[in-house]
Structures are given as structure tokens and as C-alpha cells.
């Protein structure tokens, strides 16, 4: 079984940055999934999708209202992804979540088969 394990959340005012990881762990060998992404959940509303990157290439993948601010990015040696957030919003305000697919995906969420627990980034104005 794969545990993915979230890190960097925290609270921000307006205008600053944060980086988010997710490392993967509890196989006996190293697990590189195929696509790595980022979903997002607000209270009160859907998860959403947030950004994905695959291993093929490196091919990234953003939602409309994160591109120019968040970046993506993969270590398959240390099973770990990031995603660097930048001028962050009080809309960007969510638990977010990684999620790890074994075959090449973007943002359908049925896609990924293993997610983390979540952490909460609070932007404030």
C-alpha cells in the first residue's frame, strides 16, 4: 500500500507564497507514479483540480485561475512532488490534496488512485 503524506500548509496574507510537498512511502520498493497532481477543496464547495505533472516528459498541466501563479514539479528520485504557489489569493484558501495515478492523467480526479490527507492553506486579506 502507498501512503502519500502532505506538507507546507500554513496561513499567508495576500500577495505571498507557499510550498506544498507530497511524499510517497510504504512500499517495499520506490514508487514513482506516472501523473502527480494537486486537487483543492474550499468549504462548502467541490474539490477541484489544481495541477498535474506527468513523468512522461514532464508535461505539466494547470487550472485556469492558478496559471502564471503555481508551479508544479516532480523528484522521482526522492517519490516526492511540490507545488510552489505564488502571489497567493484569499479564494486560494482550501485543504489541499496530492494524489499520485499509475498511468498518464490531468485532472479527472476518478484517475488517481492513492491520495494524501490533506493540508490546509489559509490565505488572508
Known amino acids: 500500500q502507498v501512503q502519500l503524506v502532505e506538507s507546507g500548509g500554513g496561513q499567508v496574507q495576500a500577495g505571498g507564497s507557499l510550498r506544498l510537498s507530497c511524499a510517497a512511502s510504504?512500499?517495499?520498493?520506490?514508487?514513482?507514479?506516472?501523473?502527480w497532481a494537486w486537487f483543492r477543496q474550499a468549504p462548502g464547495k467541490e474539490r477541484e483540480f489544481v495541477a498535474a505533472?506527468?513523468?512522461?516528459?514532464?508535461?505539466?498541466y494547470y487550472a485556469d485561475d492558478v496559471k502564471g501563479r503555481f508551479t508544479i514539479s516532480r523528484d522521482n528520485a526522492k517519490n516526492t512532488v511540490y507545488l510552489q504557489m505564488n502571489s497567493l489569493k484569499p479564494e486560494d484558501t482550501a485543504v489541499y490534496y496530492c494524489?499520485?495515478?499509475?498511468?498518464?492523467?490531468?485532472?479527472?480526479?476518478?484517475?488517481?488512485?492513492?491520495w494524501g490527507r490533506g493540508t490546509q492553506v489559509t490565505v488572508s486579506s
Open positions: 494524489a499520485a495515478a499509475n498511468y498518464e492523467s490531468t485532472g479527472y480526479s476518478n484517475d488517481y488512485t492513492y
Open positions: 505533472v506527468r513523468r512522461s516528459g514532464g508535461s505539466t
Open positions: 510504504g512500499r517495499s520498493y520506490s514508487y514513482s507514479p506516472m501523473t
